[in-house]
């Protein structure tokens, strides 16, 4: 018994077309991984899988050929595929950009590891897990970002002069916007014999507004020098 080499190539066309569409996806993002990567992970893991399907057929054929070794050839089928599976964290942390406070990649990283996992299934057979992984895979990359929106937290660092009526014209702003505030951190700075103010405002958005339009309309003012978003801690 063993893989012919119909099963083999229809193996590798399904682990090149399941993982191509996510890594399309994940190009026409402009994200760090795109198609020929997500596909070399499937293919690789697939192959790994093949060559496994093969060991492990290898061994029942030796087995058969001479029952007085039946009790010591052994083949586990785990053994090489648990190498993928922790082996692909690697690949997917060279995806994961530390930035300005924010970390970027992640997405992508998990889905390099979601990809080799679905190369696992298709190199060991089971079409039906590989087939459904790729649809719920695909529903959550492309779609799930559209249908289900957070409206996270994030601090907003504000540089001003002139400290009493720009802090009431940002505190009116926000009031005006429906902004809310859960946390602000001061700090001053005397420069030149002048005091320039900064404040980290933790604020939450309503759903309509963005922080670039927030960003754009504190700018606005003529005693705020600097404004932009980092990451809440």
């Known amino acids: 018994m063993q893989l012919s080499a119909v099963t083999i ?35 690789g893991a697939c192959i790994v899988a093949l060559i496994q399907k093969e060991i492990g057929f290898n061994a029942l054929r030796v087995a058969a050929q001479y029952p007085q070794y039946k009790g010591v050839i052994r083949a586990d089928e785990a053994r090489l595929i648990a190498q993928v599976v922790s082996g692909i964290g690697f690949l997917g942390a060279g995806t994961i950009i530390v930035e300005h406070h924010s970390i970027k990649g992640l997405t992508t990283a998990a889905s390099l590891w979601v990809v080799a996992c679905m190369g696992l299934a298709v190199g060991m ?3 039906v897990i590989a087939i459904a992984s790729f649809i719920v895979v695909f529903g959550v990359i492309a779609f799930l970002k ?10 907003i660092e504000i540089q001003y002069k002139n400290k009493v009526e720009t802090k009431k014209f940002i505190y009116d702003y926000f009031q005006s916007k429906n902004i809310a505030i ?52």
């Open 9 to 43: 190539i229809l193996r590798l066309i399904i682990a090149t077309g399941i993982s191509g569409v996510i890594g399309w996806d994940r190009e026409h993002k402009n994200r760090p991984a795109g198609i020929r990567t997500h596909i070399l992970v499937c293919l």
């Open 125 to 127: 057979g089971n079409y």
């Open 146 to 155: 559209r249908i289900v929106r957070v409206s996270a937290i994030k601090s």
């Open 182 to 233: 859960s946390n602000v951190v001061f700090r001053a700075n005397k420069i030149d014999g002048e005091y320039l103010y900064t404040n980290v405002y933790e604020v939450k958005l309503p759903r309509t507004l963005k922080y670039v339009t927030v960003i754009e309309d504190l700018s606005n003012h003529d005693d705020v020098t600097k404004v932009r978003t980092i990451a809440a801690g």
